[in-house]
């Protein structure tokens, strides 16, 4: 089977890498029951194989899977299906909804604080971490940085109790963001969003900053919303898919 690239259908149509492609036919045979809850996937050299991918693909792909709640790896043994549907994707230690909610309650009021209380050295660090993100094509390098950006706001605050907060979820913002930019491809919306944060920082505007910070996480539940409920629009153009 040769997966082809394809678009996904919205507002802003866009190409879809090897590995979504790979999730997406992985997640729609899981979802109609052709893998049924308690039985293993195939071997990765067989799905290799069939799918006509490589190896570093399709364990993105099934990395994702396991995200998503549907499977689970249990190491010598394989990957087993555990669900048939995507409930809440889960970011190391916390579910995606946990995550949010407490991200709404900490980093919303914590970027109106830092408006008021940022430093000159809080909008140098700021600014340069910005202009770092928005250069970088690197995917892994943009997520360590998209968490330190996140965690440079609540130092603005003056406050250890928020900076603590951000440290305690760090790993989980760095995995939900990695899966965002992955499924989603959130990089250069987030570089804007972070943009007009940085900006209301830089005036000083308790309004503007919790407006800014509350439109990013906003976006940032969409396209989880989307990804877990995706629209089945995609439209196929020829082509292998990239490996």
């Not at 979504?20 to 195939?42: C, M, T």
């Not at 555990?82 to 407490?102: I, N, Q």
Request: charged share 30%.
């Amino acid at each position: 089977m040769n997966l082809s690239d394809s678009q996904t259908g919205g507002r802003v149509p866009r190409r879809v890498s090897a590995m979504e492609a790979v999730l997406a036919h992985l997640r729609g045979a899981i979802e109609r029951g052709d893998y049924a809850i308690g039985d293993k996937l195939p071997s990765e050299a067989e799905l290799c194989r069939t799918l006509e991918v490589s190896r570093p693909v399709l364990r993105e792909a099934l990395r994702a899977l396991q995200t998503m709640g549907l499977t689970v790896s249990r190491t010598g043994r394989g990957t087993f299906v555990v669900a048939s549907t995507v409930e809440d994707p889960t970011f190391g230690d916390y579910a995606a909804s946990d995550l949010l909610e407490v991200r709404r309650h900490i980093e919303i009021p914590v970027a109106g604080y830092a408006a008021l209380r940022r430093t000159p050295e809080n909008l140098d660090h700021l600014s340069h971490l910005l202009d770092r993100m928005e250069r970088e094509t690197d995917t892994t390098a943009w997520v360590a940085m998209d968490s330190l950006f996140h965690l440079a706001v609540a130092e603005a605050a003056q406050n250890p109790v928020f900076r603590r907060v951000i440290e305690e979820i760090r790993d989980a913002l760095a995995r939900q963001s990695a899966f965002l930019n992955e499924l989603g491809g959130r990089r250069e919306r987030s570089n804007q969003e972070h943009r007009a944060i940085v900006e209301a920082l830089i005036d000083g505007s308790e309004h503007d900053a919790v407006a800014a910070m509350s439109h990013h996480l906003d976006r940032v539940d969409t396209t989880l919303t989307d990804i877990v409920r995706p629209t089945r629009t995609d439209i196929p153009t020829e082509g292998r898919p990239e490996a």
